[in-house]
C-alpha cells in the first residue's frame, strides 16, 4: 500500500504554490494541536525548490508550531478542570498527580525532547498546559526542540539538493512506514510499561 509517496507528492505541489509560506504556517500551527501530518513534509521541499530561503521557512515553521502549541498548552489548561470529576471517578487523578510531579521537575526537558522527535508533539503540548508546567519552559523547550529540528531539516535539504531529493523519493514509503512504526512502538511502550 503506498500512502506516503501521495502525500509527498502533494507536498511538492504545495510548496510550489505561490502560498506556500501560509501553507506551510498554517500546518505547522495545527500540527501542534491536531493535525497528524508534521510539517516537515512540506518544509523539506520548499527549502529544496527555494534552497537561498530555507532558513526564513525554518523559522517560520519554528514560530507558526510554537504559536500552536500555545494553542495546546491553553486548550490542555482549561479542559482539565472540565474532566477532572471524570478523572478522579475512573482513579485517574493519583496518576495525574505523578505525572504532574514529572511535568513539574523536569517539563522543560520533557517539552524539548518532544518538539525536536518524532513524538506527536500535540500530545506533549495538551499534557503541558493540563500538568500547569511553567510557561516560560514550555515555551522555550518548544523553540529550542522545534527549532533545532526545523533548521536541522530544512538546512540538511538546502544543502543536499537534487540529490538528496532523488533519494528522498526512491526511500520515502520506507521511511515513511519506519518512522510511523518507531511512533507505534514508542506508545504501546508507553502505554504497557508498569
Given at each position: ?14 510548496a510550489?504554490h ?38 526564513r ?57 518532544a ?15 493540563a500538568?500547569?508546567i ?18 536541522l ?22 521511511l ?19
Amino acid at each position: 500500500m503506498r500512502l506516503f509517496a501521495p502525500l509527498y507528492d502533494r507536498a511538492i505541489g504545495w510548496a510550489g504554490h505561490r502560498h506556500a509560506p501560509a501553507y506551510l504556517a498554517a500546518l505547522s500551527a495545527t500540527e501542534s494541536v491536531i493535525f497528524p501530518v508534521p510539517p516537515d513534509v512540506m518544509l523539506a521541499p520548499m527549502a529544496l525548490a527555494r534552497p537561498s530561503h530555507w532558513w526564513r521557512f525554518a523559522l517560520l515553521c519554528t514560530l507558526a508550531s510554537v504559536g500552536g502549541g500555545l494553542l495546546g498548552y491553553a486548550l490542555g489548561h482549561f479542559a482539565l478542570d472540565a474532566i477532572w470529576p471524570w478523572m478522579v471517578s475512573l482513579g485517574w487523578d493519583d496518576t495525574f498527580a505523578r505525572i504532574q510531579g514529572l511535568f513539574e521537575r523536569h517539563g522543560f526537558w520533557i517539552v524539548l525532547v518532544a518538539a525536536f522527535t518524532p513524538i506527536p508533539y500535540k500530545v506533549f503540548t495538551i499534557a503541558s498546559g493540563a500538568t500547569g508546567i511553567g510557561l516560560v519552559a514550555f515555551v522555550l523547550g518548544s523553540l529550542v526542540g522545534r527549532g533545532v529540528r526545523y533548521f536541522l531539516v530544512a538546512g540538511i535539504v538546502a544543502w543536499g539538493g537534487a540529490r538528496l531529493e532523488a533519494l528522498l523519493r526512491r526511500y520515502i514509503e520506507p521511511l515513511g512506514w519506519a518512522v510511523a512504526a518507531l511512533v507505534a512502538i514508542g506508545v504501546a511502550w508507553l502505554e504497557l510499561r508498569p
